[in-house]
């Protein structure tokens, strides 16, 4: 079946500009989790859905970063006033929960902040 | 807080060598334990897993064991290949949420 989809799979945007990257989970799976991958590091975790509502946002870095999931599938991970530092590969990953199912990764978006 | 350190890379290897990685974790509760691998070119992907002390998670040859006692999850297989050249990330998870990753160590096999 379908896995886990990004897009766009590059963005390319100037500093102080509004970024947009949208996750397709796999079809019902209800959690969804964004991680943020800067180069030569492991992903770190940004936040967790469970269905439309935002369980864990713990890792956002501040108040630049939002996420939604309105409909409990697809979530938009958005990034207000972009700085350089933003720059890095976006994570998304889903899974069934209440089970002992493991986390499913998306290629990435990898944003550049120019 | 929760945290993974893996040995840092690269590791070169000669086709059919012996690998080891080596991670340790700390965590509060009790964690789950997993290796991903990240192919060149290509997402983050399942490698193996182990859920409880002294389970063994095993896949395409590689094997790790959770150890509690040691707080440690090392990765070995008995014979690399080629193919096995990527980045391979130890994790914890804690009651299946958010997964924290170690920085990750990348693999070179030649032929």
């Known amino acids: 079946g379908a896995g886990v989809s990004q897009t766009p799979s590059n963005k390319v945007t100037e500093k102080g500009k509004y970024v947009e990257l949208r996750c397709d989970p796999i079809?019902?799976?209800?959690?969804l989790y964004w991680y943020r991958q800067s180069l030569g590091q492991g992903p770190e975790f940004l936040i967790y859905f469970q269905g439309t509502g935002a369980a864990d946002d713990s890792g956002l870095p501040n108040d630049r970063f939002f996420a939604v999931r309105p409909e409990g599938s697809v979530s938009t991970l958005k990034i207000q006033r972009t700085e350089r530092g933003d720059s890095a590969v976006y994570l998304c990953a889903s899974s069934r929960v209440g089970t002992t199912d493991t986390q499913y990764f998306g290629p990435g978006t990898r944003l550049t902040v120019l | 807080g929760d945290s993974v350190t893996q040995m840092e890379g690269p590791v070169t290897l000669s086709e059919e060598a012996f690998l080891t990685i080596n991670c340790t974790y700390t965590a509060t509760g009790y964690p789950s334990l997993f290796w991903y691998v990240q192919y060149p070119g290509e997402g983050l992907q399942l490698l193996l897993k182990?859920?409880?002390?002294?389970d063994k998670g095993s896949n395409k040859g590689f094997e790790a064991t959770y150890r509690k006692e040691t707080t440690s999850f090392h990765l070995e297989k008995g014979s690399v290949q080629v193919s096995d050249s990527a980045v391979y990330f130890c994790?914890?998870?804690?009651?299946?949420?958010?997964?924290?990753f170690g920085t990750g160590t990348k693999l070179q096999v030649i032929p």
């Open positions: 182990a859920t409880k002390a002294d």
């Open positions: 994790a914890l998870s804690v009651r299946y949420q958010k997964v924290t």
């Open positions: 079809s019902g799976h209800t959690a």
